[in-house]
């Protein structure tokens, strides 16, 4: 079913590109001053899906806004500075995406970013909460398994909470996964779509190559060092920068994907499918990313994992214990955030 329903892969990013339709979406980028907020925000103002782009950050934020603002498309841009300005960058926003926080560095692991990004998510999400509880959330700062629970318990405390309208950005996974798929088979990457579940970190990383289309077959030790390749290509980047940052273009590619994907849903576009680690009883983890058909408020339909292999079945038993931790470790520190 999924792969009967998947897109060509880059199909998103160019509908942000390239659609005449007048869509009138506000989006908020919260963290829009760094590695991965810069380049973001200029996908987002390059499309004509988004009417305001609103760019908050702690500093930087008015050259950023400034420098975006003079770009000939028609999304009005301003920059809001500092904690007193938050509520009014989220007032009326449809969509915010968040991807404040420190990136990492050689030897560190997503879960080492845990102590500052929880911090810097629970305190932008109540914001949230607060100013625009009906917009679509999309976190991207890290560690994404323990930044989505804490941002749905700080919606809970708020008395707010959706969880139809709470994603963890995965999408580099997949884009991931469908460049390497292709390179490996001579395949256009624009036309592979490769759906991967679990989580965002290490080993909760599956990506089912027995679902991609179109069908492609490796032999299992290609396919478990392809594997380990999608699963560590985040660490890849950080060593190539060697100090200077994690994966910022293309993350920021990812995310304006999932962003135009999210938006073409609530503008009524029928059949837009995309992973995201969001709240489900799809496993025995209270969230898991699985592939999601988006609508008008968010997920219409959780479409589960389908038709797996043993290779595949056994990476998400092994996912398990790390998953469920790392959730357990974000709902633990929402409860004592004041």
Same mark, same amino acid.
């Given at each position: 079913?999924?792969?009967?329903?998947?897109?060509?892969?880059?199909?998103?990013?160019?509908?942000?590109?390239?659609?005449?339709?007048?869509?009138?979406?506000?989006?908020?980028?919260?963290?829009?001053?760094?590695?991965?907020? $810069?380049?973001?925000?200029?996908?987002?103002?390059?499309?004509?899906?988004?009417?305001?782009?609103?760019?908050?950050?702690?500093?930087?934020?008015?050259? @950023?806004?400034?420098?975006?603002?003079?770009?000939?498309?028609?999304?009005?841009?301003?920059?809001? +500075?500092?904690?007193?300005?938050?509520?009014?960058?989220?007032?009326?926003?449809?969509?915010?995406?968040?991807?404040?926080?420190?990136?990492?560095?050689?030897?560190?692991?997503?879960?080492?970013?845990?102590?500052?990004?929880?911090?810097?998510?629970?305190?932008?999400?109540?914001?949230?909460?607060?100013?625009?509880?009906?917009?679509?959330?999309?976190?991207?700062?890290?560690? @994404?398994?323990?930044?989505?629970?804490?941002?749905?318990?700080?919606?809970?405390?708020?008395?707010?909470?959706?969880?139809?309208?709470?994603?963890?950005?995965?999408?580099?996974?997949?884009?991931?996964?469908?460049?390497?798929?292709?390179?490996?088979?001579?395949?256009?990457?624009?036309?592979?779509? @490769?759906?991967?579940?679990?989580?965002?970190?290490?080993?909760?990383?599956?990506?089912?190559?027995? $679902?991609?289309?179109?069908?492609?077959?490796?032999?299992?030790? $290609?396919?478990?060092?392809?594997?380990?390749?999608? $699963?560590?290509?985040?660490?890849?980047? @950080?060593?190539?920068?060697?100090?200077?940052?994690?994966?910022? +273009?293309?993350?920021?590619?990812?995310?304006?994907?999932?962003?135009?994907?999210?938006?073409?849903?609530?503008?009524?576009?029928?059949?837009?499918?995309?992973?995201?680690?969001?709240?489900?009883?799809?496993?025995?983890?209270?969230?898991?990313?699985?592939?999601?058909?988006?609508?008008?408020?968010?997920?219409?339909?959780?479409?589960?994992?389908?038709?797996?292999?043993?290779?595949?079945?056994?990476?998400?038993?092994?996912?398990?214990?790390?998953?469920?931790?790392?959730?357990?470790?974000?709902?633990?520190?929402?409860?004592?955030?004041?």
């Amino acid at each position: 079913m999924l792969s009967r329903l998947a897109r060509p892969a880059a199909a998103a990013l160019r509908r942000g590109l390239a659609t005449t339709a007048q869509n009138n979406a506000k989006v908020a980028v919260l963290g829009a001053s760094g590695g991965i907020g $810069q380049p973001l925000s200029l996908l987002l103002k390059n499309s004509p899906l988004v009417s305001r782009l609103s760019l908050y950050d702690i500093a930087h934020t008015p050259g @950023v806004a400034a420098d975006l603002s003079h770009i000939e498309t028609r999304a009005n841009v301003k920059g809001f +500075l500092g904690p007193e300005q938050l509520p009014e960058c989220l007032k009326g926003c449809d969509v915010v995406v968040i991807p404040a926080g420190v990136p990492r560095k050689p030897g560190m692991t997503r879960d080492d970013l845990f102590n500052t990004n929880a911090s810097i998510v629970a305190t932008l999400t109540t914001a949230c909460a607060k100013h625009c509880p009906e917009a679509m959330i999309c976190i991207i700062s890290n560690p @994404v398994n323990s930044t989505i629970p804490i941002t749905s318990e700080v919606f809970k405390k708020h008395g707010v909470y959706n969880p139809n309208r709470i994603f963890g950005v995965t999408t580099l996974d997949i884009v991931r996964a469908n460049t390497f798929v292709a390179e490996l088979k001579g395949l256009d990457p624009a036309r592979v779509s @490769v759906p991967v579940i679990g989580g965002h970190a290490g080993k909760t990383i599956i990506p089912l190559i027995s $679902q991609c289309t179109p069908k492609v077959d490796f032999p299992q030790d $290609q396919l478990e060092k392809l594997t380990g390749r999608i $699963q560590e290509a985040g660490t890849e980047v @950080v060593k190539a920068k060697a100090g200077a940052g994690s994966a910022t +273009l293309s993350m920021a590619y990812a995310g304006a994907r999932f962003v135009f994907s999210l938006v073409d849903a609530m503008n009524g576009k029928e059949g837009v499918i995309e992973c995201a680690f969001v709240r489900s009883e799809e496993t025995e983890s209270p969230y898991f990313s699985t592939p999601l058909l988006l609508g008008k408020n968010g997920i219409e339909k959780n479409l589960g994992i389908g038709k797996i292999t043993p290779f595949e079945e056994k990476m998400v038993a092994e996912a398990m214990s790390e998953l469920k931790a790392s959730i357990k470790k974000g709902e633990d520190f929402a409860k004592n955030f004041k």
